[in-house]
């Protein structure tokens, strides 16, 4: 296992020089000037120029990229142009609020679907199930966007129970934290919840149709004992395979929908970054969250293999 960690980790070096460099290329392919949004827009040609030399951005792209890489060696993401701050301090600070959302993001949708997926599968063909299933299906077809808003109108306008928008620390205040950020995590788990919902039933469904499973109930065993003690387990190792597609998921979607809700994540970061062409901190903020979701899928690795004994990680297998 622990040959197989660092044979991971050593693997991912390749994928994190891809990600930063077809960003860094993108970049330099859209339309915009960084300089002329530093400069802003009533500068002298003169005065872009002087910044844009100041920035670096006169250096061909090759010379851009190297430089980049060699601070990047050095623990340095670069100074964002608008906000004249470090980067890595910059997305630090972000991170924590799109983390914890992204978590309880994460944690809504594994409690509802897993719970709804079994209920459906346990009652297939029923009422229940065909109610569960509408229900994965509506989820899976709204844009989170739409979502939203639409939950904005109607739990902060006319209901007044949630906050528009904004964050508040979990640290100072949990309950706060809560209110905040209960509709942007609903907003970013509807869709998942439909998808994870339809999956653990689709793999119930299997699993109790399995010949152990016929055989625990010919021994006399509760339901309640052969759904949670011998399918529930083999359900679970569908769904952790997924945790790290899903995470990866709500953090993407956090670009939207952090924007609609004033979050000041790391996805409101980028968007804005985008937006105004600030290069060192689209950069920085990529590198970081490809580094955690990479850790994430790692992690999820080794719970597959203790979900199910049969894989065993050895010399790289």
Same mark, same amino acid.
């Given at each position: 296992?622990?040959?197989?960690?660092?044979?991971?980790?050593?693997?991912?070096?390749?994928? *994190?020089?891809?990600?930063?460099?077809?960003?860094?290329?993108?970049?330099?392919?859209?339309?915009?000037?960084?300089? *002329?949004?530093?400069?802003?827009?009533?500068?002298?040609?003169?005065?872009?120029?002087?910044?844009?030399?100041?920035?670096?951005?006169?250096?061909?792209?090759?010379?851009?990229?190297?430089?980049?890489?060699?601070?990047?060696?050095?623990?340095?993401?670069?100074?964002?142009?608008?906000?004249?701050?470090?980067?890595?301090?910059?997305?630090?600070?972000?991170?924590?609020?799109?983390?914890?959302? $992204?978590?309880?993001?994460?944690?809504?949708?594994?409690?509802?679907?897993?719970?709804?997926?079994?209920?459906?599968?346990?009652?297939?063909?029923?009422?229940?199930?065909?109610?569960?299933?509408?229900?994965?299906?509506?989820?899976?077809?709204?844009?989170?966007?739409?979502?939203?808003?639409?939950? *904005?109108?109607?739990?902060?306008?006319?209901?007044?129970?949630?906050?528009?928008?904004?964050?508040?620390?979990?640290?100072?205040?949990?309950?706060?934290?809560?209110? $905040?950020?209960?509709?942007?995590?609903?907003?970013?788990?509807?869709?998942?919840?439909?998808?994870?919902?339809?999956?653990?039933?689709?793999?119930?469904?299997?699993?109790?149709?399995?010949?152990?499973?016929?055989?625990?109930?010919?021994?006399?065993?509760?339901? =309640?004992?052969?759904?949670?003690?011998?399918?529930?387990?083999?359900?679970?190792?569908?769904?952790?395979?997924?945790?790290?597609?899903?995470?990866?998921?709500?953090?993407?979607?956090?670009?939207?929908?952090?924007?609609?809700?004033?979050?000041?994540?790391?996805?409101?970061?980028?968007?804005?970054?985008?937006? =105004?062409?600030?290069?060192?901190?689209?950069?920085?903020?990529?590198?970081?969250?490809?580094?955690?979701?990479?850790?994430?899928?790692?992690?999820?690795?080794?719970?597959?293999?203790?979900?199910?004994? =049969?894989?065993?990680?050895?010399?790289?297998?």
């Amino acid at each position: 296992m622990g040959r197989y960690i660092v044979q991971r980790l050593l693997s991912s070096i390749p994928v *994190i020089f891809l990600v930063t460099l077809i960003s860094f290329s993108l970049m330099q392919l859209v339309p915009g000037d960084p300089a *002329i949004m530093v400069a802003g827009l009533q500068a002298t040609p003169d005065e872009v120029e002087r910044v844009r030399v100041q920035l670096g951005l006169d250096q061909p792209f090759h010379m851009q990229l190297l430089h980049w890489y060699g601070n990047l060696l050095q623990g340095d993401l670069g100074t964002s142009f608008l906000l004249g701050r470090d980067v890595l301090e910059v997305t630090l600070e972000r991170l924590p609020v799109s983390i914890s959302i $992204a978590v309880y993001a994460l944690v809504m949708t594994l409690l509802v679907s897993i719970v709804a997926g079994i209920i459906a599968a346990l009652r297939q063909n029923s009422w229940v199930d065909q109610l569960v299933m509408t229900i994965a299906l509506i989820g899976v077809s709204l844009p989170n966007f739409w979502l939203g808003l639409m939950l *904005i109108v109607l739990f902060s306008v006319h209901l007044g129970w949630l906050p528009t928008g904004g964050y508040v620390d979990f640290r100072e205040d949990f309950w706060g934290w809560l209110q $905040a950020a209960t509709l942007p995590a609903v907003s970013l788990a509807m869709l998942q919840m439909g998808l994870l919902a339809r999956i653990t039933r689709s793999t119930m469904l299997e699993v109790l149709r399995q010949d152990y499973i016929r055989t625990a109930r010919a021994k006399g065993l509760s339901e =309640r004992k052969v759904v949670g003690k011998h399918a529930l387990k083999n359900v679970m190792i569908p769904v952790v395979t997924v945790i790290g597609i899903i995470f990866s998921l709500l953090l993407s979607g956090s670009v939207v929908i952090e924007t609609i809700f004033s979050v000041p994540g790391i996805g409101s970061l980028l968007g804005s970054a985008i937006l =105004r062409r600030d290069y060192p901190v689209i950069q920085g903020g990529l590198l970081l969250v490809a580094a955690m979701l990479l850790l994430l899928n790692l992690v999820v690795d080794v719970l597959y293999a203790y979900f199910d004994p =049969r894989v065993r990680y050895r010399n790289g297998k």
